[in-house]
């Protein structure tokens, strides 16, 4: 108090010369400006031991005086009267320039403290004035009155700063004031154990292991049963200090407790939530503020977060359901060109939203808030009671800009930074609430275990990095859902769609993935016919656009024979045919994507093609076509083959096998039944049978070509020349006659080299054989005038070529039959003029001879037939 006197100091800090300042106060400021020095702590501590022991009586005025320059009046009047004593002989003490005695000051202190109450006390009406103060205040200086100016910056000062013996409650604690510091030290040292507080990290780890669980439940209750604003915010201040240092510290279990409760104060997991009016959500400022802080937390430290990531989702579900959540929190990061399935609740309603708009909104089924919202904005606009009013219309718009507010999208988008174990428990919380096993029959569950399955993919794609960490997962649960579903559904759409989208963009990223990525694209060969049929054309989409962005990418067969057989299917599709076939197009369209690796599979998908009505017929002579032109890469890999060394003999098989495929294939769309396809197939056939007598093939496997394909397919066709209907088979004396230039051509290129085989008899007497059943066969009744003429013709140029080479001669023999002696004896069945056209009349005589004998030889009677 002393005007004229620097008073007591306390570090640098002077008393006030009318009002009596807690430290409390100093400390506070200086805490909140962070210049708060521990050489402040150490002071206080120091004052304090080197106070004496008193009495219990004694200690009470020392706990008033515990600080120097502050003190605190306790609440009963005798206590009181002893305190203002022993604070005025003290101040007389340090300042007796101004008050003659120590009355002086008592009878001051006094005056002090009723003109505080008179001045601060909301009760007291009537003020007291300045002239007042000093008036009341005349002659208590020993008989004299004490100076103006100080009385009067006395009442000044008191009325500027209000006395406060009771600490005010900040941001709803209670201040620590200095005396408060000095009873917690005092009481500190009177328990035992005490810990001695020092700077270790290890110590704060463990004090904030021991204080997170019940400082989060203390600062849950205050919010629970607060209402005002300032407590709200500062217990959510609160809040995020624990998620900050749980986070700070890697302690997952104390930030799950946290999101746990403050998820229970969002009233979204709350079922009466939903019975609520729609203005509940927008008003509710504890609701509001739960929400925000934990998506906060969620994306600040979802890297510590577990098994609370299943009570966020449940609360983004609930969103969901709403439809409150913007459409982008199914987007992956790089999802900037493709649009994805757009869910009809999941869209963010515009920002501006008039009464007319709004009454174009779809209506949900559903008994929810936003449900319930929609169907009142979506009702007749003529019912001029049910329109939404200005209240409801702000709501909503407070509503979805809360949500806006949240980032709910970040946290799916920017999962890629999250720990590997806090990636896992959001994607197994994902995969436990979309799990197929929960769809009813209400929309609502199917609509949820989609949502689930988007949030799900757009991890996958956004992890892409770390796709090993998810793969397995996620796999199983699209295929939970492929395998249990057995009509078409969204659930099963947006399951085979995303695996689609999955492999399309992973692909090109994760060389060692791609088997992996295509084999699990044999759920979509095993769904249910039903669903498969619904979906086959998207689906082939789908697979083109795969194959056209990656078929670089993919190697090995196992991937290949996938992507094949899927479009295998396709050929009898109507709606997805062509689209398939333009894919297959793509792949063996000169060569650009044929490999070892997948030759096999494209002949034979190629010859789905070409044997399907679906389409025009051009499309199966397309598809003939891209057969006949693979045979140029087995040609070409059959020249490479030369240069491997060691590996030359196994590629050979491998390459020989493919050619025989070919032929095979070739052959049974030599039976189809309209004339431009099978004629177009035999001479696709006699192409790849010529041109392969660059690849030196061994006479074992041309021996095969004649017996299993050749004469196989002149069989089938005789065969159905007289078994089936003409109407079903047009103009086959056509296609009889393309098969016997084939026969003709093929035989007369190999004939020299097979005719070094021990078997050369028993071919060349198939080939005899097939041309006398072709002369006597009949097309539509009566012997076709093509093959009667063409055989004969045939067969002189083929004798004429052996006789030429050597081949056909009178000393030609083998083991067990004289060829000369059986081919004219068949010859002469087929066409008797021969002989005298290409034989002397010696060799006639001595061939007539021979015949002769050969007739009374029970072997030749015996002779079985060829083919």
């Given at each position: 108090?002393g005007?004229h006197?620097?008073?007591?100091?306390?570090?640098?800090?002077?008393?006030?010369?009318?009002?009596?300042?807690?430290?409390?106060?100093?400390?506070?400021?200086?805490a909140?400006?962070?210049?708060?020095?521990?050489?402040?702590?150490s002071?206080?501590?120091?004052?304090?031991?080197?106070?004496?022991?008193?009495?219990?009586?004694?200690?009470e005025?020392e706990?008033?005086f515990?600080n120097?320059?502050?003190?605190r009046?306790?609440?009963?009047?005798?206590?009181?009267?002893?305190v203002l004593?022993?604070?005025?002989?003290?101040?007389?003490?340090?300042?007796?320039?101004?008050?003659?005695d120590?009355?002086a000051?008592?009878?001051?202190?006094?005056s002090?403290i009723?003109?505080?109450?008179d001045?601060?006390?909301?009760?007291v009406?009537?003020?007291?004035?300045e002239?007042?103060f000093?008036?009341?205040?005349?002659?208590?200086?020993?008989?004299?009155?004490l100076?103006?100016?100080?009385?009067?910056?006395?009442?000044?000062?008191?009325?500027?700063?209000?006395?406060?013996?009771?600490?005010e409650?900040v941001?709803?604690?209670s201040?620590?004031?200095?005396?408060?510091?000095?009873?917690?030290?005092?009481?500190?040292?009177?328990m035992?154990?005490?810990?001695?507080?020092?700077?270790?990290?290890?110590?704060?780890?463990?004090?904030?292991?021991?204080?997170?669980?019940p400082?989060?439940?203390a600062i849950?209750?205050?919010?629970?049963?607060?209402?005002?604003?300032?407590?709200l915010?500062?217990?959510i201040?609160?809040?995020?200090?624990?998620?900050?240092?749980?986070?700070?510290?890697?302690l997952?279990?104390?930030?799950?407790?946290?999101?746990?409760?403050?998820?229970?104060f969002?009233?979204?997991l709350?079922?009466?939530?939903?019975e609520?009016?729609?203005t509940?959500?927008?008003?509710?400022?504890?609701?509001?503020?739960?929400?925000?802080t934990?998506?906060?937390?969620?994306?600040?430290?979802?890297?510590?977060?577990?098994?609370?990531?299943r009570?966020?989702l449940?609360?983004?579900l609930?969103?969901h359901?709403?439809?409150?959540?913007?459409?982008c929190?199914?987007?992956?990061a790089?999802?900037?060109s493709?649009?994805?399935?757009?869910?009809?609740?999941?869209?963010?309603?515009?920002?501006?939203?008039?009464?007319?708009q709004?009454?174009?909104?779809t209506?949900?089924?559903?008994?929810?808030?936003?449900?319930?919202?929609t169907?009142?904005?979506?009702?007749d606009?003529?019912?001029?009671?049910?329109e939404?009013d200005?209240?409801?219309?702000?709501?909503?718009?407070?509503?979805?800009?809360?949500?806006e507010?949240?980032h709910?999208?970040?946290?799916?988008?920017?999962?890629?930074?999250?720990?590997?174990?806090?990636?896992?428990?959001?994607?197994?919380?994902?995969?436990?609430?979309?799990?197929?096993?929960?769809?009813?029959?209400?929309?609502?569950?199917?609509e949820?275990?989609v949502f689930?399955?988007?949030l799900?993919?757009?991890?996958t794609?956004?992890n892409?990095?770390?796709?090993?960490?998810?793969?397995?997962?996620?796999?199983?649960?699209?295929?939970?859902i492929?395998?249990s579903?057995a009509?078409p559904?969204?659930?099963?759409?947006?399951?085979?769609?995303?695996?689609?989208?999955?492999?399309?963009r992973?692909?090109?990223?994760?060389?060692?993935?791609?088997d992996?990525?295509l084999?699990?694209?044999?759920?979509?060969l095993?769904l249910?016919?039903r669903?498969?049929?619904?979906?086959?054309e998207?689906?082939?989409?789908?697979?083109?656009?795969?194959?056209?962005?990656?078929?670089?990418?993919?190697?090995?067969?196992?991937?290949w024979?996938?992507?094949?057989?899927?479009?295998?299917?396709?050929?009898?599709h109507p709606?997805?045919?062509?689209?398939?076939?333009?894919?297959?197009?793509?792949?063996?369209?000169?060569?650009?994507?044929?490999?070892?690796?997948?030759?096999?599979?494209?002949?034979?998908?190629?010859?789905?093609?070409?044997e399907?009505?679906?389409?025009?017929?051009d499309r199966?002579?397309?598809?003939?076509d891209?057969?006949?032109?693979?045979?140029?890469?087995?040609?070409?890999?059959?020249?490479?083959?030369r240069?491997?060394?060691?590996?030359?003999?196994?590629?050979s098989?491998?390459?020989r096998?493919?050619w025989?495929?070919?032929?095979?294939?070739?052959?049974?769309?030599?039976l189809?039944?309209?004339?431009?396809v099978?004629?177009?197939?035999l001479?696709?056939?006699?192409?790849?049978?010529?041109?392969?007598?660059?690849?030196?093939?061994?006479?074992?496997t041309?021996?095969?070509?004649?017996?299993q394909?050749?004469?196989?397919?002149?069989?089938?066709?005789?065969?159905?020349?007289?078994?089936?209907?003409?109407?079903?088979?047009?103009?086959?004396e056509?296609?009889?006659?393309h098969?016997?230039?084939?026969?003709?051509?093929?035989?007369l290129q190999?004939?020299q080299?097979?005719?070094?085989?021990s078997s050369?008899?028993?071919?060349w007497?198939?080939?005899i054989e097939?041309?006398?059943?072709y002369?006597?066969?009949?097309?539509?009744?009566?012997k076709?005038?093509?093959?009667?003429?063409?055989?004969?013709e045939?067969?002189?140029?083929?004798?004429?070529?052996?006789?030429?080479?050597?081949?056909?001669?009178?000393?030609?023999?083998?083991?067990?039959?004289?060829?000369?002696?059986?081919?004219?004896?068949?010859?002469n069945?087929?066409a008797?003029?021969?002989?005298?056209?290409?034989?002397?009349?010696?060799?006639m005589?001595?061939?007539h001879?021979?015949?002769?004998?050969?007739?009374s030889?029970?072997?030749?009677?015996?002779e079985?037939?060829v083919?």
């Amino acid at each position: 108090m002393g005007g004229h006197n620097p008073g007591i100091e306390v570090e640098k800090y002077e008393w006030s010369k009318a009002n009596v300042t807690m430290f409390v106060e100093i400390i506070y400021d200086k805490a909140k400006q962070n210049k708060l020095q521990a050489s402040t702590f150490s002071d206080i501590g120091r004052a304090f031991t080197q106070l004496p022991p008193t009495s219990d009586e004694e200690r009470e005025l020392e706990e008033a005086f515990s600080n120097r320059d502050t003190f605190r009046l306790p609440g009963e009047s005798q206590k009181i009267q002893r305190v203002l004593e022993a604070f005025s002989e003290r101040y007389f003490e340090q300042s007796p320039e101004i008050l003659v005695d120590k009355d002086a000051a008592l009878v001051l202190a006094y005056s002090l403290i009723m003109l505080n109450t008179d001045q601060h006390n909301a009760q007291v009406k009537k003020k007291m004035t300045e002239e007042d103060f000093i008036r009341n205040n005349r002659r208590i200086n020993g008989g004299n009155d004490l100076p103006r100016e100080f009385l009067s910056e006395l009442y000044h000062s008191i009325c500027r700063n209000e006395i406060r013996t009771i600490p005010e409650q900040v941001s709803g604690f209670s201040e620590m004031y200095h005396s408060r510091w000095i009873n917690l030290i005092r009481k500190s040292k009177k328990m035992s154990p005490y810990i001695v507080c020092d700077s270790r990290p290890l110590l704060d780890l463990q004090m904030f292991t021991i204080m997170s669980g019940p400082t989060v439940a203390a600062i849950s209750v205050v919010f629970d049963n607060a209402e005002h604003e300032e407590i709200l915010l500062t217990c959510i201040d609160g809040f995020l200090t624990v998620a900050k240092i749980s986070a700070h510290y890697h302690l997952e279990d104390a930030l799950d407790d946290l999101v746990v409760s403050l998820c229970k104060f969002t009233t979204l997991l709350d079922s009466s939530f939903f019975e609520e009016p729609v203005t509940i959500f927008a008003d509710d400022m504890k609701a509001r503020l739960a929400l925000e802080t934990v998506f906060s937390i969620a994306n600040s430290y979802g890297d510590c977060i577990r098994n609370g990531w299943r009570n966020i989702l449940d609360c983004i579900l609930r969103l969901h359901k709403l439809g409150l959540l913007p459409a982008c929190i199914t987007s992956d990061a790089a999802d900037d060109s493709e649009t994805s399935l757009d869910l009809v609740y999941g869209k963010l309603v515009p920002n501006s939203l008039s009464t007319s708009q709004v009454q174009m909104v779809t209506p949900r089924k559903s008994s929810g808030l936003m449900g319930r919202f929609t169907q009142l904005l979506s009702f007749d606009i003529e019912d001029k009671r049910l329109e939404p009013d200005e209240q409801q219309l702000a709501a909503h718009q407070r509503t979805l800009q809360i949500i806006e507010e949240c980032h709910i999208d970040s946290i799916f988008m920017e999962s890629k930074f999250l720990h590997a174990d806090s990636l896992m428990q959001i994607a197994r919380a994902l995969t436990v609430a979309g799990h197929p096993q929960k769809v009813t029959n209400s929309p609502d569950d199917e609509e949820t275990a989609v949502f689930c399955l988007e949030l799900l993919i757009a991890i996958t794609l956004n992890n892409r990095d770390r796709i090993g960490l998810l793969w397995q997962g996620v796999y199983e649960h699209i295929a939970n859902i492929v395998q249990s579903t057995a009509v078409p559904c969204a659930l099963v759409e947006k399951a085979v769609f995303g695996l689609l989208r999955i492999c399309q963009r992973l692909l090109p990223y994760k060389e060692n993935l791609v088997d992996e990525l295509l084999r699990s694209l044999q759920l979509v060969l095993k769904l249910d016919a039903r669903v498969a049929d619904a979906y086959c054309e998207n689906i082939t989409q789908e697979i083109a656009r795969l194959v056209k962005a990656n078929a670089t990418h993919m190697k090995s067969q196992v991937g290949w024979r996938t992507i094949i057989s899927l479009l295998s299917i396709t050929a009898r599709h109507p709606e997805a045919s062509e689209v398939g076939f333009e894919a297959l197009l793509f792949i063996m369209s000169e060569g650009a994507h044929i490999s070892p690796a997948n030759y096999i599979l494209l002949i034979e998908a190629s010859r789905h093609f070409a044997e399907s009505r679906v389409g025009l017929t051009d499309r199966s002579v397309r598809a003939i076509d891209l057969m006949a032109e693979s045979f140029n890469c087995l040609f070409c890999w059959s020249r490479e083959t030369r240069d491997a060394g060691e590996e030359a003999d196994k590629i050979s098989d491998g390459i020989r096998e493919m050619w025989e495929r070919l032929i095979q294939a070739l052959r049974k769309i030599c039976l189809d039944q309209r004339e431009k396809v099978r004629n177009h197939a035999l001479l696709s056939l006699q192409k790849c049978l010529v041109g392969a007598e660059g690849m030196c093939l061994l006479p074992s496997t041309w021996l095969w070509a004649f017996d299993q394909v050749i004469f196989t397919v002149l069989d089938d066709l005789l065969e159905i020349v007289q078994n089936q209907s003409p109407k079903d088979y047009r103009n086959m004396e056509g296609t009889l006659t393309h098969a016997m230039k084939l026969l003709s051509r093929v035989f007369l290129q190999l004939v020299q080299e097979l005719s070094q085989q021990s078997s050369f008899c028993k071919l060349w007497l198939g080939v005899i054989e097939r041309m006398e059943k072709y002369m006597k066969v009949k097309v539509r009744g009566r012997k076709s005038e093509k093959l009667q003429e063409l055989i004969p013709e045939l067969l002189k140029n083929i004798l004429l070529i052996m006789k030429s080479k050597g081949i056909l001669s009178e000393r030609s023999t083998t083991d067990e039959d004289n060829l000369w002696e059986l081919t004219w004896l068949h010859i002469n069945n087929i066409a008797p003029l021969l002989q005298s056209e290409l034989l002397p009349v010696q060799e006639m005589e001595q061939l007539h001879s021979g015949v002769q004998a050969d007739l009374s030889s029970p072997r030749l009677v015996a002779e079985p037939s060829v083919g």
